[in-house]
T-cell receptor, first 115, second 111 residues
Framework: AQSVAQPEDQVNVAEGNPLTVKCTYSVSGNPYLFWYVQYPNRGLQFLLKYITGDNLVKGSYGFEAEFNKSQTSFHLKKPSALVSDSALYFC?????????????FGSGTQLTVLP | EAQVTQNPRYLITVTGKKLTVTCSQNMNHEYMSWYRQDPGLGLRQIYYSMNVEVTDKGDVPEGYKVSRKEKRNFPLILESPSPNQTSLYFCASQDRRTEAFFGQGTRLTVV
């Protein structure tokens, strides 16, 4: 079975400082990894994904994530946080084995950027 | 515009009264799924469908039904809703190598 862990329920960071939201995963096979963001009363918006290739993935709104196979991690990062980045962030993983395409989510991390 | 459309957005109902939440996608995706979101638990998959007439249980299927008679539609059916099904529900669609596209969500309250 596959799983995703987001060890921090809440992350606070000052505006202008770098931010990191942590994610580790467990799968059998090659993982496809995703980050989504959810603003209040909104659906989930896709930020970025890792499928193959470069371990550093760049996505929307200046976010990036680094795939680390040995540590089974896919941490989300941004060099300089904005107040508007405050939202709920989800990491997700799936594998493509046979016809299975189930997407498994972490429990989410609430990011608050303080002015 | 590529989108997943859920209806209704908000629903308050009483215990035991059958309801259906509709979901439609315009991207010709084969794979569709339903999730529920509860605080501290993230999103948990209820049911998924690999294609027309092919559905299977996710992690929390009890109390729910689905059908996939057409590729674009994947309704979620609660035959006899109970208060523990009060939640925020999301429909999603995806293809083999794409990210999942989510609907705007349906906030269901069962009293």
């Amino acid at each position: 079975a596959q799983s995703v862990a987001q060890p921090e329920d809440q992350v606070n960071v000052a505006e202008g400082n770098p931010l990191t939201v942590k994610c580790t995963y467990s799968v059998s096979g090659n993982p496809y990894l995703f980050w989504y963001v959810q603003y209040p009363n909104r659906g989930l918006q896709f930020l970025l994904k890792y499928i193959t290739g470069d371990n550093l993935v760049k996505g929307s709104y200046g976010f990036e994530a680094e795939f680390n196979k040995s540590q089974t991690s896919f941490h989300l990062k941004k060099p300089s946080a904005l107040v508007s980045d405050s939202a709920l962030y989800f990491c997700a993983v799936r594998v493509l084995s046979g016809s299975a395409r189930q997407l498994t989510f972490g429990s989410g991390t609430q990011l608050t950027v303080l002015p | 515009e590529a989108q997943v459309t859920q209806n209704p957005r908000y629903l308050i109902t009483v215990t035991g009264k059958k309801l259906t939440v509709t979901c439609s996608q315009n991207m010709n995706h084969e794979y569709m799924s339903w999730y529920r979101q509860d605080p501290g638990l993230g999103l948990r998959q209820i049911y998924y469908s690999m294609n027309v007439e092919v559905t299977d249980k996710g992690d929390v299927p009890e109390g729910y039904k689905v059908s996939r008679k057409e590729k674009r539609n994947f309704p979620l059916i609660l035959e006899s809703p109970s208060p523990n099904q009060t939640s925020l529900y999301f429909c999603a669609s995806q293809d083999r190598r794409t990210e999942a596209f989510f609907g705007q969500g349906t906030r269901l309250t069962v009293v």
